[in-house]
Structures are given as structure tokens and as C-alpha cells.
């Protein structure tokens, strides 16, 4: 194991989880992320805690159900983290453990590459950014996103609660990604009407050679269009065979000032100036919506306008 997998993971392990010797420290991975996995599975081991590391057959879309056996550990444990190919953040078993005290984080579509990167930036400037962003989120009522690209979309937040994943992970029930940097919130169901123009990549895609328009009316995604990259995201959505899956389930603000598009949305989705919105599942961040699945869309150089004050212009922070 070289020496830049064993920081990092060791980063992962005691700056942001913070784990502490006795404490019961889960990790799933799969057979895609079984390096990883193991690099922190040693990390956990010199931190003294009562480490576990799974090992599971990769999932086959954002927000499936992990295997009964370690949803059930999942929620027996002091702390976990789940380097994995497909996110388990929006999953009814990471709910359920977030909910009965288990701190972490999940870490969907990790490579070696991106683990050993990403963990070395900044997070006391990350949670600076995010503060200030949830600040002047908080108690806004309509939020409005454009870009030169076509996006147009307005969409309510009352009454849901502003998140914020800046990656220190320390209290309990605490739980965000890694690499973090985003400030985010579920808009309220139904409320959402308007023109998304994903033009930077897509959950379950990856970088977009086309953009990707999608017509919003009523909290739903009713028409996309854009070429391949659009027609497979109609297949990933009808995939799961409900209409919740084109439920408008997220608003995101990256703010990460490391992150680039790499064509992965755990580092994709966390690029300053940037927006990202997601369809489907929104269950575990406030929403309502179950969908089983959870993929973001990430626009560049949104303006971003809450309760007619511009927060976001062009990509640039306007506070």
C-alpha cells in the first residue's frame, strides 16, 4: 500500500470522522473499491477503534439498497464510511442509521486517484463557504437558478432545512460525502417549474458532450432532451419504474474550491461556482419523495436569486 493511500485515508479516519479508540467504525466497500476500503480499514485499526470493513457487490444505480445484512449492521455502529462505485447516501439503510446516531460518510464513485487528491483541501475553508452560503439561504422562500445556457427554474424551499457537507464529521448523527464541499436543500414537492440545462455532467453519465434540457412542470421532469447523453438518462429513470424517479429532489451549491469536473458527481457536484439539481429521491435530505434512485446535474455559471437578492451571478459568489 503506498504511502499517499495510506494519508489519505488516514485524513478520512481522524481529521474528518474523527474516530476514536473503542469506537465501533464501519466500512462498506465493494469489489471496485476494495483498495480503498482497506487503506482506511488500517487507518481505523491504528486509531484504536473496533474497525469493520465489508465487502459487497457493487450496486447498479445511485440509491439502491445495500444487502439486508449491512443495512442492518449499519445501524449498530459508532461511525461509518462507504467508499462505494454507487452512492448509498440516499438509501432508506443510510437513513436509518444516520437517524439512530451513526456519524460518516459516503463516498460514491471514489477512485484511488480522487481519494488521495480531493482529502487534501482545505475544509476549514469549505465550512467557511458553506456558512456563508447557508446563511443567506436560510428562511428564503423561492429560489430561482439561470444561466446563458437556457436553465430557467424556480422552485420553493420553504420550510425545508438548508444542509450543509463541509467533511468534518464529528457529532453524532453527523453525515455528509467525501470529498465535501456543498451547501444543499430538498425543494419542496410539486413546486419546481421551468428549464434545467445540465451542461457540465450528469449522475450516472458522466462528462456531457451535449447538454441535457430538461422541461420541469410541477415538481416533475416531463421532457428531456440533448442526443445520447440525454436518451440514456431517460433509460436510468425508467429503469426504476415509477414517476417519482423524475421528482425534482435537489438543489446543491459546491463549494469546493479544489474541485474540477472529472466526470464523477462526488467530485463533479462539489465545484465552486457551480449549481447542481437532481431528479428522484430526496427522502433523506428533507424531502418526501421515495424514489430508489438519485442523480445530480451540475450547470456552470448559474445566477442564483433567493427572495429576489442574487446570491450566485454568473458563477461568481455575489456575498
Same mark, same amino acid.
Given at each position: 500500500?503506498?504511502?499517499?493511500?495510506?494519508?489519505?485515508?488516514?485524513?478520512?479516519?481522524?481529521?474528518?470522522?474523527?474516530?476514536?479508540?473503542?469506537?465501533?467504525?464501519?466500512?462498506?466497500?465493494?469489489?471496485?473499491?476494495?483498495?480503498?476500503?482497506?487503506?482506511?480499514?488500517?487507518?481505523? *485499526?491504528?486509531?484504536?477503534?473496533?474497525?469493520? *470493513?465489508?465487502?459487497?457487490?457493487?450496486?447498479?444505480?445511485?440509491?439502491?439498497?445495500?444487502?439486508?445484512?449491512?443495512?442492518?449492521?449499519?445501524?449498530h455502529v459508532?461511525?461509518?464510511?462507504?467508499?462505494?462505485?454507487?452512492?448509498?447516501?440516499?438509501?432508506?439503510?443510510?437513513?436509518?442509521?444516520?437517524?439512530?446516531?451513526?456519524?460518516?460518510?459516503?463516498?460514491?464513485?471514489?477512485?484511488?486517484?480522487?481519494?488521495?487528491?480531493? *482529502?487534501?483541501?482545505?475544509?476549514?475553508?469549505?465550512?467557511?463557504?458553506?456558512?456563508?452560503?447557508?446563511?443567506?439561504?436560510?428562511?428564503?422562500?423561492?429560489?430561482?437558478?439561470?444561466? !446563458?445556457?437556457?436553465?430557467?427554474?424556480?422552485?420553493?424551499?420553504?420550510?425545508?432545512?438548508?444542509?450543509t457537507d463541509?467533511?468534518?464529521?464529528?457529532?453524532?448523527?453527523?453525515?455528509?460525502?467525501?470529498?465535501?464541499?456543498?451547501?444543499?436543500?430538498?425543494?419542496?414537492?410539486?413546486?419546481?417549474?421551468?428549464?434545467?440545462?445540465?451542461?457540465?455532467?450528469?449522475?450516472?453519465?458522466?462528462?456531457?458532450?451535449?447538454?441535457?434540457?430538461?422541461?420541469?412542470?410541477?415538481?416533475?421532469?416531463?421532457s428531456i432532451?440533448?442526443?445520447? !447523453?440525454?436518451?440514456?438518462?431517460?433509460?436510468?429513470?425508467?429503469?426504476?419504474?415509477?414517476? !417519482?424517479?423524475?421528482?425534482?429532489?435537489? *438543489?446543491?451549491?459546491?463549494?469546493?474550491?479544489?474541485?474540477?469536473?472529472?466526470? #464523477?458527481?462526488?467530485?463533479?457536484?462539489?465545484?465552486?461556482?457551480?449549481?447542481?439539481?437532481?431528479?428522484?429521491? #430526496?427522502?433523506?435530505?428533507?424531502?418526501?419523495?421515495?424514489?430508489?434512485?438519485?442523480?445530480?446535474?451540475?450547470?456552470?455559471?448559474?445566477?442564483?436569486?433567493?427572495?429576489?437578492?442574487?446570491?450566485?451571478?454568473?458563477?461568481?459568489?455575489?456575498?
Amino acid at each position: 500500500m503506498d504511502d499517499e493511500l495510506k494519508k489519505a485515508a488516514k485524513t478520512t479516519v481522524k481529521v474528518c470522522l474523527g474516530v476514536k479508540p473503542g469506537e465501533k467504525f464501519l466500512i462498506i466497500a465493494d469489489t471496485e473499491t476494495k483498495e480503498i476500503g482497506e487503506a482506511i480499514f488500517e487507518a481505523g *485499526l491504528n486509531a484504536g477503534a473496533e474497525t469493520i *470493513l465489508s465487502i459487497m457487490k457493487p450496486r447498479t444505480k445511485h440509491g439502491e439498497e445495500p444487502p439486508e445484512p449491512i443495512a442492518v449492521m449499519w445501524k449498530h455502529v459508532d461511525v461509518f464510511v462507504a467508499p462505494t462505485k454507487f452512492s448509498l447516501s440516499h438509501t432508506q439503510a443510510r437513513k436509518k442509521a444516520t437517524e439512530n446516531g451513526a456519524r460518516g460518510a459516503t463516498m460514491p464513485g471514489i477512485t484511488k486517484e480522487m481519494f488521495v487528491e480531493t *482529502l487534501q483541501a482545505d475544509y476549514t475553508k469549505i465550512k467557511e463557504l458553506n456558512e456563508k452560503m447557508k446563511k443567506a439561504l436560510v428562511g428564503k422562500k423561492t429560489v430561482r437558478v439561470l444561466t !446563458e445556457k437556457g436553465t430557467d427554474i424556480t422552485l420553493s424551499i420553504e420550510g425545508r432545512e438548508i444542509f450543509t457537507d463541509d467533511g468534518i464529521l464529528h457529532e453524532k448523527g453527523a453525515f455528509g460525502n467525501l470529498p465535501a464541499g456543498e451547501v444543499f436543500v430538498a425543494p419542496v414537492e410539486g413546486t419546481a417549474n421551468g428549464i434545467i440545462v445540465a451542461d457540465v455532467s450528469f449522475a450516472g453519465i458522466g462528462i456531457l458532450k451535449t447538454p441535457i434540457k430538461i422541461t420541469v412542470k410541477d415538481g416533475f421532469a416531463v421532457s428531456i432532451e440533448g442526443g445520447e !447523453e440525454a436518451e440514456k438518462l431517460k433509460q436510468l429513470l425508467a429503469s426504476v419504474g415509477k414517476k !417519482e424517479a423524475s421528482n425534482i429532489a435537489e *438543489l446543491g451549491i459546491g463549494t469546493n474550491i479544489n474541485a474540477k469536473p472529472v466526470g #464523477n458527481i462526488l467530485e463533479d457536484e462539489k465545484i465552486y461556482g457551480t449549481v447542481h439539481i437532481a431528479l428522484g429521491d #430526496n427522502s433523506t435530505i428533507g424531502g418526501i419523495t421515495k424514489a430508489g434512485i438519485h442523480l445530480d446535474g451540475i450547470i456552470s455559471k448559474p445566477t442564483l436569486i433567493a427572495d429576489g437578492q442574487v446570491l450566485i451571478k454568473d458563477g461568481k459568489w455575489m456575498i
